[in-house]
């Protein structure tokens, strides 16, 4: 008994030497010496920006006023928010100007991959082409398909009045179809990058399971829709989350395009958020419906988490 | 079937596109050809147009039928806006400058954090880990207000470094610098500890050098959107010899009203070629950048 015990000890104290051995604890201090650069300009740049933004959504300000300008109002900003009709109206336009385009460049991305995974001339030239949207500048876009929306002389139009349609859309300047006009830009732009993701997933795919299904007899679309999908679910996940993310956020292309018109067609909420806090002034305001935003993208995404964990397909 | 050869299903993408094809698959694929290279065409039209439109005189940008040659040729617009009132090369100087420093700043401080979380254990690091990740999904506008203040605050509105600092301290970047770390073997770090060796010189000798990878897709892509952005520069910059080529490119869109199509057309091809060329000339790594940084999903 107390030989074994010792026995025991004795290994235990081997086995803790070894151990420090093999690994020597460098101190604390260098670790935070490591991360000190970085920790600092987050903190300044991000976390500390943060908190303010959430201080003065309770807040009223302009900034020309200086920090002591600062009147605090409680919720009134968030309860000025919920009662704006334009506030209600730029959500729901956000919500089809994201959930159109990003369902739709994720679904023409994932069927660029597929053919692009297969015995298609000139797939390296093919994938470039459709890459080539998502490296450009926006500024570049937008002036290039303001000229191609031009709606008496623009190319578009030129094409439909040359196939018969008499009496086109007039694009950017129809407040029934700029939306659209800024969504077909942002599938244009997206759908390469979609497909470059999904062409990488789909190396991932095992072989053999394709053969199995097809010696079982499946047909093309069969195989796609028992193989190649589910194995491609956590990939779609991934870009309608991010997707949804970025095309809530943007009002560059906006800005650029329309400045949230004509009237208020293709005022979304990002642009809104960036009418009131460097067009109005309004830094409460604005903070606001930023941190709303937030909260709502924050929900939407942990609805989808839930709903992947039922429906994505992890190899 | 033949037997296939261990190890042959890593060759798989090639084995797949090589497959004899029966007749019916032969049909079927050349239609998907056929339309995939319309469907290209398709989206590389406004490419075309914008070059063919910056070789044009202003005049005969809208002239019907449209002309896909430009005739006459006309270098005229590229001389404009390279050396007239609104100089590219002033704009894309300072582009150069905010991504070269973001890109150095950025592989600087992001490499040494992500070191700290992905090698050495002290109390906290979870915690500030958890405070980092978390700010991942946080809307780029929220910051918007708030820095456009504190940069007042600190005397950099309005200045380059309204661009370079924030870039400088990413989340991203550490997070995607962890990442890869975490896949080199734990035992190449204990063995160079045993041996004496300073944290420092780890991470300088050993870690750095074996993720050259990571840090090149970390570079490539803090360099394209370093140099695509504005979105920031239109909010943090108002004198007209701070701005970056995007902005630089919206002083053709507003003069007087209208703008000129040859002019914008000859600028945004302009703006596009450098990050062309970074592209051509790194495809495969920026590709691999783009989907290592999609792992964070």
Do not use: C
């Not at chain 2, 798989?12 to 497959?19: I, K, N, Q, V």
């Amino acid at each position: 008994m107390a030989d074994s015990r010792a026995w025991t000890l004795a290994r235990l104290g081997n086995r803790e030497r070894r151990r420090r051995r093999r690994s020597p604890e460098p101190a604390s201090w260098i670790g935070w010496a490591f991360i000190a650069p970085n920790l600092i300009g987050f903190a300044v740049f991000t976390f500390f920006p943060l908190v303010f933004s959430l201080a003065i959504s309770f807040a009223e300000w302009d900034v020309i006023s200086g920090l002591d300008g600062i009147r605090w109002v409680g919720l009134d900003n968030f309860r000025n928010l919920l009662r704006a009709d334009d506030f209600w109206s730029s959500g729901g336009r956000t919500l089809i100007y994201a959930g159109a385009s990003v369902p739709l460049t994720t679904a023409l991305g994932m069927l660029v991959a597929l053919a692009l995974n297969g015995p298609v001339p000139g797939r390296s030239l093919l994938r470039l082409i459709f890459f080539i949207p998502f490296i450009a500048n926006s500024v570049a876009i937008a002036a290039t398909w303001i000229l191609l929306y031009d709606p008496r002389y623009g190319p578009i139009n030129r094409f439909l009045m040359s196939i018969g349609i008499d009496d086109p859309p007039v694009w950017l300047a129809s407040s029934d179809w700029a939306l659209t006009a800024l969504i077909i830009m942002a599938v244009w732009s997206g759908a390469g990058y979609a497909a470059v993701i999904y062409l990488a997933a789909l190396q991932d795919v095992p072989q053999d399971l394709h053969e199995a299904a097809a010696l079982d007899g499946a047909g093309t679309f069969e195989r796609f829709k028992v193989v190649t999908f589910p194995f491609l679910t956590p990939t779609s996940f991934f870009l309608l989350v991010t997707g949804f993310i970025g095309a809530s956020q943007s009002f560059g292309m906006i800005n650029l395009m329309t400045q949230g018109g004509p009237g208020e067609a293709t005022t979304v909420l990002s642009y809104y958020v960036y009418l009131n806090g460097f067009r109005f002034y309004q830094f409460g305001y604005a903070s606001a419906v930023a941190w709303v935003m937030f909260l709502v993208i924050l929900l939407l995404t942990m609805v989808l988490w839930r709903v992947q964990r039922r429906g994505v397909f992890y190899g | 079937m033949a037997a296939r050869a261990p190890g042959a299903s890593r060759f798989r993408f090639r084995l797949r596109s090589e497959r004899v094809l029966s007749r019916e698959e032969r049909i079927r694929w050349t239609i998907v050809s056929i339309v995939m290279w319309a469907v290209a065409i398709l989206f590389l039209m406004p490419f075309v147009w914008m070059v063919v439109s910056s070789l044009k005189r202003e005049i005969d940008v809208f002239r019907l039928p449209v002309q896909w040659i430009p005739d006459p040729l006309t270098w005229s617009n590229y001389v404009e806006v390279w050396t007239g009132r609104y100089p590219l090369t002033k704009y894309i100087g300072n582009s150069l400058i905010v991504a070269i420093a973001r890109v150095v700043g950025e592989l600087f401080t992001a490499s040494l954090a992500a070191y700290a979380f992905s090698r050495l254990k002290f109390r906290g690091r979870d915690i500030i880990f958890i405070l980092y990740v978390s700010t991942l999904i946080i809307p780029h506008q929220m910051l918007l207000v708030p820095r456009f203040i504190l940069y007042r605050q600190l005397g950099i509105y309005d200045t380059l470094w309204a661009l370079i600092l924030p870039g400088i301290f990413t989340v991203f970047g550490t997070f995607l610098l962890r990442q890869f770390f975490l896949t080199i073997p734990q035992d190449l770090t204990d063995a160079a500890r045993v041996d004496g060796a300073s944290e420092l010189q780890i991470y300088w000798r050993i870690i750095l050098p074996l993720s050259k990878p990571a840090l090149a897709s970390l570079a490539i892509l803090a360099f394209v959107w370093s140099w695509n952005d504005y979105e920031t520069p239109l909010v943090m910059l108002t004198s007209e010899d701070k701005f970056t080529i995007p902005l630089g490119l919206t002083r053709y869109f507003d003069e007087s009203g209208g703008f000129s199509a040859a002019l914008i057309s000859a600028g945004a091809v302009s703006s596009l070629i450098p990050i062309f060329i970074v592209f051509l000339a790194l495809q495969r790594q920026f590709i691999q950048a783009l989907t290592r940084s999609g792992l964070k999903g």
